[in-house]
C-alpha cells in the first residue's frame, strides 16, 4: 500500500494504543476519546486489511499482525523523523517537531525547567513545533528508546540500555494524610499507633515504587498510578500516601493536607533527563538538551 499523511496518523495512534495497552488507556496520551481511537484503529485495519487487535469484555489483546504492524510501524515513523532531521540539519537551522514525554505533575515543581527551556528555543526559532506528552514514568523512557520522543523527563531506578541519564535535581516526597483522616490531629504518641493500622495507598508509579523501608501496612485496598489519583485518596480522608512535596503544597497550603512525621516519613529521588544514545546527534536535538540542562543548572 502506499503511506500517505493519514497512514501516518493512524499507525502514531496504534502505536499508542499498543503502548499503553488498550483504547481506554490511549485517551490520555492522544488526548481524544475511546470511540474516535475505536474508529481510527477500525480505519487503519479496513486500509491493512488485518486484524491488529482483539478488543471487546474480555479485555484488549494484540494479535500476532499487530506485534509485527507495531514493529514496522515504529521503523516506519522513526525513519519519517530522521528524514525530516536530517533535512532541517542540512539548512543549519532550528527547525522541525520537539516531542517530550514527561511525569506528571512536573509543571507544579519550580525547579522544572522545562517552561524556560521551550521559550528559549522558541525565540532562537519560529519553524519548532512542541509535543509533550505526560506519561507513566516506564512510559517516558520507552517513547525515548523508540525514538517518539527527542528527550524525556522522569525517574528510573533500572536505566534502560539505549539511553542516556543525567541527574537535574531531587524531587523529595513526604507521607500525607486528608483533613479527615485521624492522623491529622493526633500527637506523636497516638500517630505511632494509628500508622500500625492506617490504610496506605500501593502506587505502580516509578516514584511511590522506591524502596523506603518504612515499616507501613500495605494492604494494597487502594491503588493510583498517578499523583492525581493518589491525591484523591488522601482527600477522602481514609487513606494516606506519599506525594511529591511540591505538588501537595496546594492542599497544604489549604490546610487539607498534612505530612505525617516528616522528619521519618520521606525519601528522595533524581529526576533526570533521558536521551537517546542513538536520536541525539541531530541540531535540533542537541539545542534542546542543551537548554534543558542550562535550565536545570541554577
Given at each position: 500500500m502506499q503511506v500517505h499523511d493519514v497512514d501516518l496518523r493512524l499507525l502514531r495512534i496504534f502505536v499508542a494504543i499498543v503502548e499503553c495497552g488498550g483504547l481506554s488507556a490511549a485517551e490520555t496520551r492522544l488526548n481524544i476519546g475511546r470511540s474516535t481511537i475505536s474508529s481510527h484503529l477500525s480505519d487503519l485495519e479496513v486500509r491493512l486489511g488485518l486484524k491488529l487487535c482483539k478488543r471487546g469484555r474480555s479485555g484488549f489483546e494484540i494479535t500476532e499482525s499487530g506485534r509485527v504492524t507495531y514493529q514496522a510501524s515504529l521503523e516506519l515513523l522513526q525513519q519519517c523523523e530522521a528524514f525530516a532531521n536530517t533535512v532541517a540539519n542540512s539548512k543549519q537551522k532550528l527547525s522541525g517537531r520537539v516531542t517530550i514525554s514527561v511525569i506528571d505533575t512536573m509543571v507544579s515543581d519550580p525547579r522544572c525547567g522545562v517552561a524556560r527551556a521551550i521559550a528559549a528555543l522558541k525565540t532562537k526559532s519560529d519553524q519548532i513545533q512542541f509535543d509533550i506528552n505526560v506519561c507513566e514514568a516506564r512510559e517516558v523512557e520507552t517513547s525515548v528508546v523508540n525514538g517518539r520522543s527527542l528527550i524525556g523527563l522522569g525517574v528510573s531506578r533500572h536505566q534502560l540500555r539505549g539511553l542516556d541519564y543525567f541527574p537535574l535535581y531531587n524531587e523529595i516526597n513526604y507521607l500525607y494524610c486528608g483533613k479527615d483522616h485521624p492522623l491529622f490531629t493526633a500527637d506523636p504518641e497516638k500517630t505511632k499507633q494509628l500508622l500500625k493500622s492506617a490504610e496506605v495507598i500501593t502506587s505502580n508509579y516509578m516514584r511511590d515504587k522506591e524502596i523506603r523501608n518504612d515499616g507501613l501496612n500495605y494492604q494494597n485496598s487502594a491503588i493510583a498510578y498517578h499523583d492525581?489519583?493518589?491525591?484523591?485518596?488522601?482527600?477522602?480522608?481514609?487513606?494516606?500516601?506519599?506525594?511529591?512535596?511540591?505538588?501537595?503544597?496546594?492542599?497544604?497550603?489549604?490546610?487539607?493536607?498534612?505530612?505525617?512525621?516528616?522528619?521519618?516519613?520521606?525519601?528522595?529521588?533524581?529526576?533526570?533527563?533521558?536521551?537517546?544514545?542513538?536520536?541525539?546527534?541531530?541540531?535540533?536535538?542537541?539545542?534542546?538538551?542543551?537548554?534543558?540542562?542550562?535550565?536545570?543548572?541554577?
Open positions: 492525581e489519583g493518589i491525591a484523591h485518596l488522601i482527600l477522602s480522608g481514609q487513606f494516606i500516601g506519599y506525594l511529591p512535596e511540591h505538588y501537595a503544597s496546594y492542599w497544604v497550603d489549604k490546610g487539607l493536607f498534612k505530612a505525617i512525621s516528616p522528619e521519618q516519613y520521606s525519601y528522595q529521588i533524581p529526576v533526570m533527563l533521558i536521551t537517546s544514545k542513538n536520536h541525539s546527534a541531530t541540531l535540533l536535538a542537541k539545542a534542546l538538551i542543551k537548554e534543558i540542562k542550562r535550565c536545570h543548572s541554577n
